[in-house]
Each structure stands twice: as structure tokens, then as C-alpha cells.
């Protein structure tokens, strides 16, 4: 049973990707591993498997829970505030 409530509050439509890759991966010379969109606001960042870390980062400055794959086939979501996947 899902016990994300921070779904509801996602916009609708889901914004567009602000990029195809994590920008702040290409601004330190890194390559982003496994994309994440933020599902509050479009931004697109890196993994907890990259070495930045750069989706945890957008939510921890942000305060935006829910992101999901930016992977070709894939669709899921996670809630960063819950830790579940939504």
C-alpha cells in the first residue's frame, strides 16, 4: 500500500525535463549514472550510483520529494521524503 502523500501534490501536467542529462555532472567533468527527473519542477539529475549524487542534492536544497526514472523504459517513481518507491 502506498503511503506517499506527496503524489498529490505533483503538478499536472508533469513538467518537461529541464535537460537530457545532469548539468551539474557535465559541470564537473563527471558522468551522470542513471537520470531522475523531478517530478515538482523538471529538473533532471544523477543518481545515488553517480558520484555527486545530484538528484539527493535537488531535493535536500529544494525540499521536491518525488522524481522518477529519466531512463528510456523505465517509469517509476521514489519519494525521497518517505524513502518508498511511489
Not at 14 to 26: F, H, I, R, V
Not at 54 to 59: E, G, L, R, S, W
Request: include cysteine; charged fraction near 20%.
Amino acid at each position: 500500500m502506498n503511503k506517499c502523500t506527496h503524489v498529490t501534490e505533483l503538478p499536472h501536467p508533469e513538467p518537461a525535463p529541464s535537460a537530457d542529462t545532469c548539468l551539474e555532472c557535465l559541470e564537473v567533468g563527471s558522468n551522470p549514472v542513471q537520470l531522475r527527473k523531478c517530478l515538482y519542477c523538471g529538473h533532471v539529475a544523477c543518481c545515488d550510483s553517480s558520484p555527486y549524487r545530484h538528484a539527493t542534492a535537488h531535493f535536500r536544497e529544494s525540499g521536491h520529494p518525488v522524481m522518477r526514472s529519466a531512463e528510456p523504459g523505465e517509469s517509476w517513481r521514489w519519494c525521497y521524503a518517505d524513502g518508498s518507491i511511489v
